[in-house]
């Protein structure tokens, strides 16, 4: 029974963030493209390095500053549309939170607020509210966003340098 239960409040979840498809696409996008330009990173640095400063191709060098700036901007405006699209989603997770919330208060019966007083009553609803609205938490999300970047960084190390990668004792 609990196992059903517990279903059902995922179920919700689920349901409550299907609201948002046009949000979870972007950042999906958005975390795609800034894992592809954590991989290139290295890459771009490497070919800075062994064809530009090694060979004193200036032209060479000038393009792999250039490209890295690119690189870096991307990266930092796909942080700058993710935080915004994430405060957007967890703003309004949360008041529809509050809102169905403040439908159940309403359907309570008259005992139930004799039983415990206001102050209570809000501080748990509060708790409940901000535990649930946690999960659209930007930290939360991204946990598993800055996964898909460490396994992006350790596949243009392997590319690199397949020693370094396996760090092996000489």
Avoid: W
């Avoid at 000038?62 to 405060?87: D, P």
């Avoid at 703003?91 to 309570?108: D, T």
């Avoid at 009553?121 to 939360?140: E, F, G």
């Amino acid at each position: 029974m609990k196992k059903i239960i517990e279903n059902n409040k995922c179920l919700y979840f689920l349901k409550e963030l299907l609201k948002y498809k046009k949000e979870i696409g972007i950042l999906s996008i958005s975390t795609i493209v800034s894992t592809v330009t954590v991989f290139l990173q290295p890459l771009l640095i490497k070919q800075n390095t062994d064809i530009g400063i090694l060979e004193k191709n200036m032209p060479q060098i000038v393009n792999g500053v250039a490209g890295l700036f690119v690189c870096v901007l991307v990266y930092l405006m796909i942080e700058v549309v993710q935080a915004k699209t994430f405060a957007e989603i967890h703003n309004s997770f949360y008041k529809n939170l509050y809102c169905n919330v403040f439908r159940k208060l309403l359907h309570l019966k008259k005992h139930y607020f004799q039983m415990k007083n206001s102050m209570e009553i809000v501080q748990m609803l509060q708790c409940d509210v901000s535990q649930v609205a946690s999960m659209t938490d930007r930290y939360v999300v991204m946990s598993f966003s800055y996964v898909f970047r460490v396994i992006s960084g350790l596949a243009g190390l392997m590319l690199l340098s397949p020693e370094l990668f396996m760090l092996q004792d000489r």
